[in-house]
């Protein structure tokens, strides 16, 4: 095929963590694990892992302490209502800024 | 080797010629027997393609982009409405920069509802990113869906081969099937940029922000401006790329040396009459006669009509005295398309020919040689008693 000089610019990019921003501002409401319900905490066993399926960023390990990494995560909830045994709650960020800057003003 | 087929058939045999991988259509109005074709040729075994049926032209398109983002050979085809239900998936094509090749029997659009030629259909997507390439006869019509493969794989912008409903679509005329392996060594096989890969995943077209940014390995990533940028400079970089693809073509089959516009008479001519598709043959009837009384006047019939081809145009038409474009669709609520795209292309010349506009045969309306001689006569003879809008040729009869 001829050789001409077009640069063909598409937008596509490599599917990962980050490929769309830091969509972690987005965030209304965050997700919280009370681990004391989360199924792999509580038992200490690699088992359950609903919220990981279902996260659709892909932002939950698969530990027996799962962590959610709020960089990205937008706070859509799946998490909250796919888990069974109802440990993870959705928190205002309002809410919890308030609380952290009430704990940095004490400090 | 010579055929007698229909304009549909020169289309369906050009696409197996291509080898083409996917054909994906939707069978019923408006469509033609240019699919029905495919279908019997891949049935038959004589084209190794997948032919997907689907339930809309929108679904069709919107195959052929998968299928081509997949690294497939895609086509379909369409008409009038059917076009105008595809539009969004069309205008996705382009932004895409998915090498697809699609024929657009060339129709009138409803309401009212109307299955007979005339070019709003395709006029109507001329701003959506196509190469758009308008052809006036069989041999074009196989010729030029061959090139359109190349031409679309080169610079990665789907193209549309625009013929005539009824005038060349439905009539038979004699010619040329090239050689198979002579296409093949014309036409070797597709390769797309960015071909999905199990091995290697990408996201295609995601949400672009308005603003350029790193991606998730800090590479600097192209805005939605940039990319839009980038697809109307390699447009304008398809009109010369398009010389030279035609250029290959006649040192192979021996045919072809005007893919952008063909100039009839037009040598020193006093006036000249632009046109597209069949029309433009049609209208060199009427300048034999003109000649034969004495007046000086050609055809330019305008094959590329996107990109425009500006400085073509400008090099055919500054000279002469007047130009007249008789067309078969219009920009509503303004003037003929192709006109005003004439008279905007002239505007940089410091000496410009007067410009007429005509409107002409929409919905299949009969274009009578008396009417046409009569009308381009008027516009020679009196030109300067001419008001600046479109005149209608052949209304209420």
């Not at chain 1, 995560?73 to 109802?86: H, L, V």
């Not at chain 2, 539009?87 to 659009?109: F, I, Y």
């Not at chain 2, 020919?353 to 516009?379: N, Q, T, V």
């Amino acid at each position: 095929m001829d050789d001409k000089k077009c640069i063909i610019m598409t937008s596509n990019s490599k599917s990962g963590p980050g490929d769309a921003g830091r969509t972690g501002s987005w965030r209304v409401e965050r997700p919280v694990i009370d681990l004391k319900k989360c199924t792999p905490a509580k038992r200490q066993k690699a088992s359950c892992y609903l919220c990981w399926l279902y996260c659709p960023d892909g932002v939950i390990s698969k530990e027996l302490e799962p962590q959610i990494n709020l960089e990205y995560c937008k706070g859509c909830g799946i998490c909250a209502q796919e888990c069974p045994t109802s440990a993870i709650e959705m928190v205002e960020e309002t809410r919890l800024i308030e609380e952290e800057r009430k704990i940095n003003e004490k400090n | 080797m010579k055929r007698i087929e229909s304009g549909n058939v020169a289309a369906a045999l050009g696409v197996k010629l291509a080898k083409t991988q996917v054909v994906a259509a939707y069978p019923i109005t408006p469509q033609t027997p240019l699919t029905e074709k495919l279908s019997e040729l891949i049935e038959a075994g004589e084209l190794e393609a997948e032919y997907i049926t689907v339930e809309s032209e929108h679904s069709a398109l919107a195959v052929c982009i998968g299928a081509a983002s997949a690294g497939a050979r895609a086509f379909t085809a369409t008409s009038a409405n059917g076009l105008l239900y595809m539009s969004e998936q069309v205008h996705w094509a382009a932004g895409a920069r998915l090498p697809l090749v699609m024929c657009v029997v060339n129709r009138g659009v409803g309401a009212p509802w109307t299955v007979w030629n005339d070019h709003q259909d395709s006029i109507s997507q001329r701003d959506a990113g196509w190469i758009q390439i308008y052809v006036n006869d069989h041999q074009e019509i196989i010729d030029t869906v061959i090139k359109a493969f190349r031409l679309a794989e080169t610079v990665s912008i789907p193209v549309m081969v625009c013929y005539d409903g009824y005038y060349l679509s439905h009539t038979h005329m004699p010619f040329d099937v090239p050689d198979e392996n002579k296409v093949d060594t014309f036409l070797p096989a597709y390769s797309y940029k960015h071909t999905l890969n199990p091995e290697s995943p990408e996201n295609l077209n995601t949400v672009t922000m308005p603003f350029a940014r790193p991606d998730r390995d800090g590479v600097n990533k192209p805005g939605y401006m940039d990319i839009r940028h980038n697809l109307q400079q390699e447009l304008r970089t398809s009109i010369p790329v398009f010389e030279e693809i035609d250029t290959a073509y006649k040192a192979i089959f021996g045919r072809g040396g005007s893919p952008i516009l063909s100039a009839y008479k037009c040598e020193g001519a006093d006036f000249i009459v632009a046109a597209m598709g069949s029309l433009s043959n049609r209208i060199k009837d009427i300048v034999d006669e003109l000649n034969l009384e004495g007046l000086k006047i050609g055809v330019l019939s305008v094959h590329l009509y996107r990109p425009f081809p500006q400085a073509q145009i400008i090099a055919a038409l500054q000279d002469a005295k007047g130009v007249i474009v008789i067309e078969k669709a219009l920009s509503y609520g303004n003037q003929g398309a192709l006109f005003g795209d004439i008279k905007a292309a002239l505007y940089p010349c410091i000496k410009r020919p007067f410009a007429h506009s005509y409107i002409i045969g929409l919905g299949g309306r009969e274009i009578k040689k008396a009417d046409l001689y009569d009308a381009i006569k008027e516009s020679c003879t009196t030109s300067e008693t001419f008001e600046d809008t479109s005149r209608w040729i052949g209304l209420n009869r």
